[in-house]
């Protein structure tokens, strides 16, 4: 069945370094991906999403590109802040199985950030 | 903006005893969705609907019930609830219209703990 792997549980930084989560997934179709982000006391919300090989999703500094050579969508924003504390989910959309109906989610990534 | 509102936000049960958590989209979205959140294990889908007093089983069913009785209400019933059910419980809903590159709109969550 399809899949979601987020290869961080948990990432410690300080303001202003570089973050990367790296996101890889398995479906038997062309799945749209998606970044999720939970702030602390509420439900996840969408940061963006990509639906095409060499599409680039993009949201509040965050970005990332859909690869399907590699099957992978890793999360990336170039200088965090302490108000990007949260936990981020992967997830995939897989209209060739029957996953297409629903979301399948990666494992998520807290990520805790100092001043 | 889209709303999907859980009750109750919070709950403490006792093993064997019967929890009934609630979920009201005003969203009009044919789709709707219970997760479960529990550290290192991400968001796994129990039960979803996309059409009224239809429910389908997700990849964590057992031990769980869905119900929905109309377009917008969308139930999670624990029967005889177990200290393994104690987690976080989320609500979603999606536009059928969208495809699998719809989003997921989430509630706020309800926390459910089961002594």
């Known amino acids: ?115 | 903006e889209a709303a999907v509102t859980q009750s109750p936000r919070s709950k403490v049960a006792v093993t064997g005893g019967k929890v009934t958590l609630s979920c009201h989209q005003t969203n009009n979205h044919d789709y709707m969705y219970w997760y479960r959140q529990d550290t290192g294990h991400g968001l796994r889908l129990i039960h979803y609907s996309y059409v009224a007093d239809s429910t389908e089983k997700g990849d964590i069913p057992d031990g769980y019930k869905a119900s929905r009785p109309s377009q917008e209400n969308f139930s999670l019933i624990l029967e005889l609830a177990s200290l393994s059910q104690t987690a976080v419980y989320f609500c979603a809903s999606r536009e059928l219209r969208e495809g699998n590159t719809g989003q997921l709109y989430f509630g706020e969550g309800s926390k459910l703990t089961v002594l």
């Open chain 1, 1 to 115: 069945g399809d899949s979601v792997t987020q290869t961080e549980g948990q990432v410690a930084l300080s303001e202003e370094d570089f973050l990367t989560i790296h996101c890889n997934y398995s479906a038997s179709g062309y799945p749209t991906l998606f970044w999720y982000v939970q702030y602390p006391g509420e439900g996840p919300q969408l940061l963006f999403r990509a639906s095409r090989d060499k599409e680039k999703g993009s949201s509040r500094g965050f970005e990332a590109t859909y690869d399907k050579g590699t099957t992978s969508f890793h999360l990336r924003k170039a200088s965090v802040q302490e108000s990007d504390s949260a936990v981020y989910y992967c997830a995939l959309s897989d209209p060739g199985s029957s996953s297409f109906s629903k979301l399948v989610f990666g494992q998520g990534t807290s990520l805790s950030v100092v001043p």
